[in-house]
């Protein structure tokens, strides 16, 4: 099968190769890969960012969500069948989407959703996922609780702001002045220029943050939080829980309870709560999200779709920081 792979950590192109078809268990299913989705975990493992916690061999065959259409159902799936179209986020010790096949827990997918293209649907499961996760696990936010969003015209962020309002949040998010129009549409409740204005300045007494830009822009998220609210982050640093939830050694948990140290201090110091949210896989909540989607209340944001060839333009692309929305890889296949 094609796939796109890198052969060492760093910042180095990707590059099309032959690849044998992945192996398959009896809870999986052979799914034949339609479109893709351009995540930021793809530069963070591509980079060598997550490998202490998480140990990949080369050649590497980079992408974490697609859609597609079932070609094979190992012996112990009995909710699927071959040419149902699904898709969905791989374990993270599976990833490889960015490929013409992947073979993957029938737990870990779902049906796409009725109303939507491969290439829409393929921009959903792991922005869907997190947020999801975010808002409900992490945050565990309630109708009328206050959030903050960061980077709401973002691929993460675009959806995250639907989906909180669809849970009947309230919710503000920051942009440019370029974003605020598809912002806007997407029913968010307060919209900040970060260019002109400092959200720490603007906001108050909020029950949430969902921080997806990490840096100076998380430290003054703790700012903003009434008391006992909580920052689930994707782009600040993990604790030594994550150690624990991954199983990790005493030396990796060890290491990453300093690596957190600041961070933890902080939350301590506002008497607010602060995670480093590691999405799992579910195709439980997928479905919960895929029926958003059929009622109209969540819709793909999509800027741009790529041709497989140009897999590296699109992950160019992405790093440009111009993106509204998703940008998807489409197979041709």
Same mark, same amino acid.
């Given at each position: 099968m094609r796939a796109m792979v890198v052969h060492q950590y760093g910042d180095y192109p990707v590059q099309e190769t032959r690849m044998p078809l992945p192996n398959m268990n009896p809870n999986e299913v052979r799914v034949q890969i339609k479109a893709a989705s351009v995540n930021p975990i793809d530069f963070k493992i591509r980079d060598g960012g997550l490998k202490i916690l998480l140990k990949y061999e080369f050649p590497l065959i980079l992408g974490n969500d697609f859609s597609g259409v079932i070609t094979e159902v190992g012996a112990n799936v009995t909710a699927y069948q071959v040419g149902d179209k699904v898709y969905g986020r791989p374990r993270k010790t599976k990833i490889g989407t960015f490929a013409d096949y992947?073979?993957? %827990?029938?737990s870990e997918i779902a049906p796409m959703p009725k109303n939507l293209s491969f290439e829409e649907a393929a921009s959903i499961p792991l922005v869907g996922l997190t947020s999801y996760q975010a808002l409900n696990e992490v945050m565990q936010l309630q109708r009328g609780d206050k959030v903050f969003i960061q980077a709401g015209s973002g691929g993460v962020g675009s959806f995250a702001i639907q989906l909180a309002?669809? !849970?009947g949040l309230y919710v503000a998010t920051t942009g440019s002045h370029r974003g605020k129009a598809l912002i806007e549409s997407l029913?968010? %409740?307060q919209f900040i220029n970060y260019k002109e204005q400092d959200f720490a300045q603007e906001l108050n007494d909020y029950d949430g943050v969902f921080d997806t830009l990490g840096g100076d822009n998380?430290?003054?998220?703790?700012?903003?939080?009434k008391p006992g609210?909580?920052?689930a982050s994707v782009s600040g640093v993990p604790t030594d829980k994550n150690a624990r939830d991954l199983n990790l050694n005493i030396g990796k948990e060890a290491l990453l309870r300093v690596a957190s140290y600041k961070l933890r201090r902080r939350a301590q110091q506002f008497n607010v709560n602060y995670d480093f949210l590691f999405m799992h896989p579910s195709g439980t909540q997928l479905k919960e999200i895929s029926q958003l989607i059929e009622e109209g209340k969540i819709k793909p944001i999509i800027d741009k779709v790529f041709d497989f060839k140009d897999t590296q333009a699109a992950l160019d692309y992405s790093t440009s920081g111009?993106?509204?929305?998703?940008?998807?890889?489409? !197979?041709?296949?």
């Open positions: 992947i073979s993957i %827990d029938a309002k669809a !849970m029913g968010a %409740d998380l430290e003054k998220s703790f700012e903003i939080l609210g909580t920052i111009r993106a509204k929305g998703k940008i998807i890889i489409k !197979m041709n296949n």
